[in-house]
């Protein structure tokens, strides 16, 4: 009988299509942070959008739903050798000459950055705003550290102080030498977009002002906790 009910069962699983869907198991767990104090940045994988995310481990405990790099993640999760990187590819300009503002997420400090787009071609690691963006590649709350870091971009942006990477182009492409400057003449101007009104510099709170300081504070688990973004105004 028992082996009957044995024979049974491994037959519903194989044609049953869960069967596929949560393979391999360990990308069905609920992230853990584990237990301990420390802030390393891993990934896992999230089952309802199935795609790869960062948190933040704690260092010791959890379980094995964590993952040293994107590409690891979803190589192990989607079973695909050659995985489209959302939030771990570097930023790319495009092809195309226009100066709008984008967003891209930096892997290596764990947030997202402003950077500036030509409007076409690029990567999937382009997003509208950077709570987009944080929403798309974390579990953090995005709401303080974007606050902070779309006030602090859109500051240089503004002043057209950010150095625009030039577009990419086929290898038989070449750019048009550069012309002398003749002295006394003035260089033409730059025509740009329409630019973005700049965001709100975050308010301060009890005299702390919130800032995103690079990785996530020590203490944070899945929600960022508003005493962990604040520190001292410099005045």
């Known amino acids: 009988m028992n082996v009957l009910l044995f024979a049974f069962a491994l037959l519903v699983c194989q044609i049953s299509p869960l069967a596929g869907i949560l393979w391999p198991p360990r990308c069905y767990r609920k992230v853990d942070v584990g237990t301990c104090d420390a802030v390393k ?3 896992f994988y999230e089952p309802i ?5 960062m948190f933040v481990y704690s260092g010791c405990g959890g379980n094995w739903n964590r ?5 690891g993640c979803l190589q192990t999760c989607h079973m695909t050798s050659q995985p489209e990187l959302s939030c771990s590819a570097k ?39 950077c709570r987009a963006c944080m929403s798309r590649c974390t579990n953090y709350n995005p709401h303080l ?11 240089k942006f503004i002043a057209g102080k950010l150095i625009v990477t ?15 400057v003749t002295a006394g003449a003035q260089p033409a101007p730059v025509t740009r977009e329409a630019q973005p009104t700049r965001g709100t510099q ?11 300081r690079a990785a996530v504070p020590s203490g ?16």
């Open 91 to 129: 930023p790319d300009p495009g092809n195309c000459k226009a100066y709008r503002p984008m967003w891209y997420f930096d892997a290596e400090v764990g947030y997202c950055r402003g950077f500036v787009y030509g409007g076409c071609g690029g990567n999937r690691n382009t997003y509208p705003n």
């Open 41 to 43: 940045l891993k990934w």
């Open 202 to 212: 975050p308010t301060p709170v009890n005299g702390y002002t919130p800032v995103w």
């Open 67 to 71: 993952f040293r790099t994107e590409k």
């Open 145 to 155: 550290m974007c606050q902070y870091l779309e006030f602090e971009f859109f500051k």
């Open 166 to 180: 030039p577009p990419r182009v086929p290898t038989a492409t070449q750019f048009p030498p550069v012309q002398p």
């Open 220 to 235: 944070v688990r899945s929600a960022l906790r508003v005493q962990d973004t604040l520190v001292k105004s410099s005045g």
């Open 49 to 53: 959008s199935r795609q790869c995310k």
